[in-house]
């Protein structure tokens, strides 16, 4: 028996990489239905990201709350919502986690602690402030992630949100998902300063930049960050350096890119392949036992779609229903 | 000679009445009035009524106009004998002046009181003096103030306390014992608190079945009994009326149901509803009556007239003939098996609010009663 | 017990009742508690103009000051709202909503709908509407028309102490997003409200005067000047009916409808600019649902098509008068 080098056993390694197995053939799925024309409106896909969602979600409990971005699938399958009930949501079927009335951009599950993926960019920064307040009130031990683009880092919402959570001292983890590009704009261009970490030393509050294509590396510093939060330690900002394999949303010819970039990424820099070879080297997982993993994925997935693609869509009824609690 | 020149003046009717507005006169100058004709039509902010003449003479002055509103105690009008010079009537107009404010601070400071029984707070009201009590008590879902036609009157002569029952009014809005023998309880420790030993217990409704019950459990506390439309004395009671008064939660739903209250169903203003409308949205109100009402609703075969009229107290029984919540049937029931000890009087064109449709004659007959 | 209190004291009391009820609600605004963080009082202002004043006493943490940055801290109390926590977040001025309308509109407005149900965001956001202080454009607007324009929002606006208390406290209760009006102008009006808890349900306008003639329907500040112009009528034998809307979504259009069906004459009094304002908005429906019933053009009486001006002379002339409204009930006689 080889010993485990890991900060994690043998079965959460498998759970990490059947997480972030399960988002990468969602994601790639997703894209091909979208292409078939059979999926209405904007997606944004979230492949080539999945340490990020999945170092971090690792650390949470069902209460603690995250506020997503336009990109939201990952950070949903990570925090544990229906893969099934997510894809029926794409679709816009009634049986989606929204029942079909939110989409791709607004998908959410509350009782998951997952507290949407927002069509505006930066407005998940105060939510997040708020289920950090809440906790905090509450004493309970809570926390709240926030998680961010490095576009969406310019927005007035998220420097406030720095400055709020700082002198509230909530336990709040501000993530920025940087994978170099604003839509089509470069963050070289977009974001002035050399780095979040001094953004976010700017109001006074420590930040943490890591190779966000390293699950463990982004799995030791969200740990770091989320027990000092945890504790009443305050705030802290985590960027996760990263890349998106697919364009801004699902369309997006990527000219805006080099030519052979995303070639290049998804040889070289693929997280799940770095990831796997990893924990195989060290002998602690096998390669059967992640294909065994990925059949039942690539299963899940497929009967996820052929479900959604069968599901009927809301009806006339349902258009005029949960505006409000009660009028 | 000033004593053939008699005043009418604007009533006062409850503790906060300030001014009224004279809608109509309804007799002319020059008529002659007998004692309890009505004269002018009155509207208040809280309710509408008459003021009555309360001596006999020529009616030869009407001074208020239609539409005017005037202060408590104004001249609305002068009776005189016909032989009393028109010059004698004008210097009485031109002295008269409303009685001192000082007076009214006086009064004014005595309206409401508070007292503590059990631990909820309780309001009350204090009027007159003297050794003789008298202790009104309400019904379901109504306050002190549905009193205020007889408060003064009856003060005349005697002390008149008025209570709001838990729940009610302005008193604390929980029932520590929501049944009829815990509000009589309630009432007993009320009168402990104020240091009365004995009064004459007047109950409308459902304070009518209290009384009663005071009768059975503290028949030392109870110098007589006045029952004015009381449940208590036979089964049957509008439930309609009382599943309609706890459920109303808009004006529209709960105007026709007020209306049941009244023979004259246009005293039902936007005012009274309203006022009731705001009662019923305190914190805890919606409870106390839905307790109280499943109480009610649920106890209509406990009759407390034959320990009444075993207990030989002097009762007088009240009712309007037009009762629609409580028939009146009740009454003439009790009037044939009562007894000596009982008496009954039905006052026609009056409806379950007796004591306001047809306050004048049912003052008089209490004050009789009461001696 | 009723008493005589101000506008101001009463929804100071209805959020200080509510605190004490339920350790959920949390009250949270720019100088709510004034004074935080400085060497001098605690408790220093109680909101700009003293409606939140003493509550830091009695319920210590559960107010709190917030910095000056809307977009955080409404939207940390929207985020906290869905999270369970029935906060009440002060937005100064309506004016300010530019800075934080998205966590409004976008987010809280949404989240029932867009999460198919699941979520519940019972969060009321205190505003000040209105002019008549000289505060200017930027500070006097009567914003209202914006959020009733939203699905999902709740728009309250009451008129007197009696309403105020009894909206705020049904607004606290209520599990959906509310924007409380406050006007500005209102803040010493007087009059009688119970010691006790009480509510108010939404969508119940309020008829403060019956008549036959005409029907006058308004909310906030023109409540008291459609009441003037009633008396200034009913001297010449025009009765007018006055209906106080109280609440601009959920609206009471059954009330307004009935008295258009009895009058046949309709003049709606709209703080708010001209172009879709309430007014608009109420004359419409009327005009779609009551056509029948009416004898007259309906008159709207609102400010004019310009931002709040400085001046005296000319912010009087701007708020909309009981002349005003007594000539436009004139026309619909002629």
Known sequence: MTDNPFPLSREELLKIYQSMRTIREFEERVHVEFSRGDIPGFVHLYAGEEASATG???????????????????????????????????????????????????????????????????????????????????????????????????????????????????????????????????????????????RAAGFGMPGITVDGTDFFAVYEAAGEVIRNAREGGGPSLLECKMIRFFGHFEGDAQTYRAVGEVDEIRANRDCIKSFSKTVTSAGVLTQDDLEACDSKIVSLVDEAVSEAREADFPTEADLLTDVYVNY | MKQNLIPILMPKWGLTMKEGQVTEWLVKEGSNISMGDEIIEVETDKIAGVVEAVDVGMLRRCIAETGKTYPVKSLLGVLADSSVLDSEIETFIEAYEIPDSEEEADESAQKYLFTEVDGLRARYADRGSGDSIVLLLHGFGGDLDNWLFNLDALADNHRVLALDLPGHGES???????????????????????????????????????????????????????????????????????????????????????????????????????????????????????????????????????????????????????????????????????????????????????????????????????? | MARTISYKEAINEALDQEMTRDKLVIVMGEDSIGGTGSPGEDDAWGGPMGVTKGLYGKHGNQIMDTPLSESAYIGAAIGAAACGMRPVAEMMFVDFMGVCFDQIYNQAAKFKYMFGGK????????????????????????????????????????????????????????????IFCEHKSLYDLEGEVSEESYVIPFAEASVLRDGDDVSIVTYGMMVGKAIAAATILAKEGVECEVIDLRTLSPIDMETVIESVENTGRLVVVDEANPRCSIATDVSAQVAQQAFKSLKAQIEMVTAPHTPVPFTTTLENLYIPSAEQIVVAVRKTLN
């Open chain 3, 119 to 178: 979520a519940e965001t019972p969060i009321v956001i205190r505003t000040m509407v209105g002019a008549g202080i000289n505060a200017a454009a930027q500070h006097s607007q009567m914003l209202t028309p914006l959020f009733t324009h939203i699905p999902g929002l709740k728009v309250v606006c009451p008129s007197n102490p009696y309403d105020a208390k009894g909206l705020l406290i049904q607004s606290i209760r209520d599990n959906d997003p509310v």
């Open chain 2, 172 to 371: 604390g809005k929980t029932i520590p014992e929501p049944s009829i023998s815990g509000l009589a309880k309630f009432v007993g420790k009320f009168l402990e608190a104020v240091g009365v030993p004995s009064a004459h217990i007047v109950g409308h409704s459902m304070g009518g079945a209290i009384a009663m019950q005071m009768v059975t459990e503290h028949p030392e506390s109870v110098d007589s009994l006045g029952l004015i439309c009381s449940s208590g004395l036979g089964p049957e009671i509008n439930c309609d009326y009382l599943q309609g008064f706890v459920d109303a939660q808009s004006r529209r739903e709960l105007k026709p149901v007020l209306q049941q209250l009244f023979t004259d169903e246009s005293l039902v203003n936007r005012q009274l509803v309203d006022d009731v409308l705001k009662y019923k949205r305190l914190d805890g109100v919606d409870d106390v009556l839905r307790t109280l009402s499943a109480m009610l609703l649920s106890d209509t075969h406990t009759i407390l007239s034959d320990k009444v009229i075993a207990s030989g107290k002097p009762t007088l029984v009240i009712w309007g003939e037009q009762d629609r919540i409580i028939p009146v049937a009740h009454a003439r029931n009790i009037s044939a098996s009562g007894g000596p000890s009982v008496e009954v009087e039905i006052f026609d064109s009056a409806g379950h609010m007796v004591q306001m449709e047809k306050a004048n004659d049912v003052n008089r007959r209490l004050l009789n009663f009461l001696g």
């Open chain 1, 56 to 198: 971090i979600m690792t650390h949470l409990r069902q209460e603690d709350r995250i506020a997503s971005t336009h990109r939201g699938h990952g950070h949903c399958i990570a925090k544990g919502v229906d893969v099934k009930g997510m894809m029926a949501e794409i679709f816009g079927k009634k049986i989606g986690v929204c029942g079909g009335k939110g989409g791709s951009m607004h998908i959410a599950d509350l009782d998951k602690g997952m507290m949407g993926a927002n069509g505006i960019l930066g407005a998940g920064a105060p939510l997040a402030c708020g289920a950090a307040l809440a906790a905090k009130y509450r004493g309970n031990g809570d926390i709240a992630i926030s998680f961010i683009g490095d576009g969406a880092s310019n927005q007035g919402t998220f420097l406030e949100s720095l400055n709020l959570a700082s002198i509230w001292n909530l336990p709040v983890i501000f993530v920025v998902e940087n994978n170099g590009y604003a839509e089509s704009t470069s963050v070289d261009w977009a974001v002035a300063g050399d780095s979040y970490v001094d």
